[in-house]
């Protein structure tokens, strides 16, 4: 929680739009688990760190996208700051501290009292860097070298091996699924794969399922219960899968097969601009 929230105060604070927000419930309610406290009035681990990181008076709003990626990818790094002068040095450090960006650079921001206003917050440097190092945790750094301290100095993002680099997977995947997406993203991994059908069943398996049946589901759960007590591996991809009419769970081969809802449904009532007013705001 403490991490998505520093998360949104970085998205907050960094768009000059935005000259406030609500904080949401101080305490957790019903489901949402949206507090600083928990039902039972205690902080969350890590909950006062972080606000007192994001609404400190001087503060980066460091960026990383995409957060994930693999070896000899790009990713775009952003940082915004308040206004003032300052000689700032940008950093990228891997694992074991591989470095693989250091830049040091002089950014200037207008005084908020000059004429005309200038904005509450000012991008100071944005750029594209290809990640090739060692896969693990990499870590985008802004630091002050003089003039001033500024709390969100770090940002964390994840290299992974190159696709190529994967280990194999040799077993066939039997896969349950109309969607041709999936059946195409296998074919691009090598991985061999053949649709599923009902009884034939000739030693464990691992079955890929993927939206709802196309046959029945009487015949299909039953031929699955059978390959799991056999020593197969049924992975659902989707809970649509498994749902039985108003039972989200009717389905599954369970004696006790528990319940899916969601935290919290959408308003039905949105603006069809909706997007429309979010990308006005900078979003």
Known sequence: ?????????????????????????TLDQGMTVEGVWTTFRELKPGATDAL???????????????VN?????????????????????????????????????????ADPKSKPEPPMVQPVFAEDLVIDGPPGTWRFL????????????????FVDVTPEEMPKVEAEVVLMSSDSGLAEWLTRGGIRHRPY??????GREVVL?????????????????QRIARGSTVIFLTTDTYA????????????????????????????????????????
């Open 52 to 66: 007192f990181d994001g609404w400190a008076p001087l503060r980066w709003c460091l960026f990383v996208e995409p």
């Open 209 to 225: 399922a993927s939206g709802k049946p196309t046959t029945d589901p009487a015949v299909v759960f039953r031929d699955l219960a």
């Open 142 to 157: 802004a630091t002050f070298e003089k003039g001033a301290a500024a709390c969100g100095e770090e940002v964390r993002f």
């Open 69 to 109: 990626v693999y070896r000899g990818t790009p990713v775009r790094l952003e940082a915004v700051l308040a206004p003032g002068e300052y000689p700032i040095g940008l950093q990228v450090i891997g694992p074991n501290l591989t470095g693989a960006f250091d830049k040091r650079i002089t950014v200037k921001i």
């Open 197 to 202: 059908a009902p009884g034939g069943q000739t």
């Open 244 to 283: 039985r009419g108003g039972q989200p769970t009717g389905w599954l081969p369970l004696k006790t097969k528990g319940s899916v809802s969601p935290i919290a449904q959408p308003p039905a009532d949105l603006p069809a601009d909706f997007d429309e007013q979010l990308r006005a705001m900078g979003y």
């Open 1 to 25: 929680m403490a991490g998505q929230r520093l998360l949104g105060l970085n998205a907050i604070r960094s768009n000059p739009n935005v000259i406030g927000h609500s904080l949401t419930g």
